[in-house]
């Protein structure tokens, strides 16, 4: 008898264990974690995206490790490749980019991700990433900033990325990105010499998600950072801010609150390029 309640009990915790495996997952798309993409595909055929990321792999200088928010980077590559177009990756010292753990963990990574974690050609484009250093943007129709924690370590800080989106924004190309990635914008100039951002409709991690998330110690917030060069920040809320979602299309800047939003930016980017409907 004592044994037959061993039994019943180990197979009681191991369906609790698969409810909670195969469950979680979906109780945090629920509340708007990654939300399925519903929204209107485009494909730009020949079209050239330009996709970049953080180099930096630490909370400080020797905390846990970060780097780019995985489906921040996985999400717009995918949805650029089925739209046809040719998809590089850079960052800001080339070479391996750092992927956020957390970002993959079981009941947080993406469809996308798991197409990233089997695909070699794409795993070698972020192990051997180009150095921005040596790229002509104006090359490319679409230049997308990838987020992550990461990212406020180097890209607000980057003048040879500030200088190359101010040359593709001159050049009548897309720009955009997500999150942290937006952070990338504060150096770029328009053509009079102004602040990219100044006067623009932009969104991007807000405040109250870095207080929420308890990550204050990243030199730069990317909310605080934009309004201080004069961007017009819009963003949306939720109990907690990460399972929030907002796009901001102004012009050819386009904008995505934080990971849930990395879709629907890839495809406004991509029509706001000239791509068509699929």
């Not at 006067?199 to 201080?228: C, F, M, N, W, Y």
């Not at 809320?237 to 990460?242: E, H, L, N, Q, Y």
């Amino acid at each position: 008898m004592k044994k037959k309640r061993i039994i019943i009990v180990l197979i009681a915790l191991i369906i609790i264990g698969v409810s909670v495996r195969l469950g979680l997952p979906v109780v945090m798309t629920g509340m708007g974690l990654h939300p399925e993409y519903d929204g209107q595909r485009y494909l730009l055929p020949e079209g050239k995206a330009l996709i970049i990321s953080t180099s930096h792999d630490r909370l400080g200088n020797d905390g846990d490790e970060t780097g780019v928010f995985g489906s921040e980077l996985t999400a717009p590559y995918y949805e650029f490749q089925d739209g046809r177009m040719s998809v590089d990756v850079a960052s800001i010292k080339g070479g391996q980019i750092p992927i956020d753990p957390m970002s993959f963990k079981w009941f947080i990574k993406t469809e996308y991700d798991e197409r990233y974690l089997s695909d070699p050609v794409f795993q070698g484009k972020v192990k051997n990433s180009l150095l921005i250093d040596d790229i002509d943007f104006t090359k490319y129709d679409i230049i997308y900033l990838a987020g992550g924690w990461g990212a406020a370590y180097d890209l607000g800080y980057s003048k040879v990325l500030g200088r190359k989106i101010s040359d593709a924004y001159a050049a009548d190309k897309v720009i955009g990105g997500v999150c942290h990635g937006l952070l990338g914008l504060l150096l770029a100039r328009d053509e009079k010499g102004q602040p990219l951002v100044r006067g623009r409709r932009i969104t991007a991690v807000t405040d109250k998600q870095v207080e929420e998330l308890g990550i204050s110690i990243t030199p730069q917030h990317p909310e605080r950072e934009l309004r201080a060069a004069g961007a017009k920040f819009e963003s949306a809320t939720a109990f907690r801010d990460m399972f929030a979602n907002r796009v901001v299309v102004d012009g050819r800047i386009i904008s995505g609150q934080n990971q849930n939003a990395g879709p629907e930016v890839a495809n406004l980017m991509m029509k706001a390029a000239g791509g068509t409907r699929r």
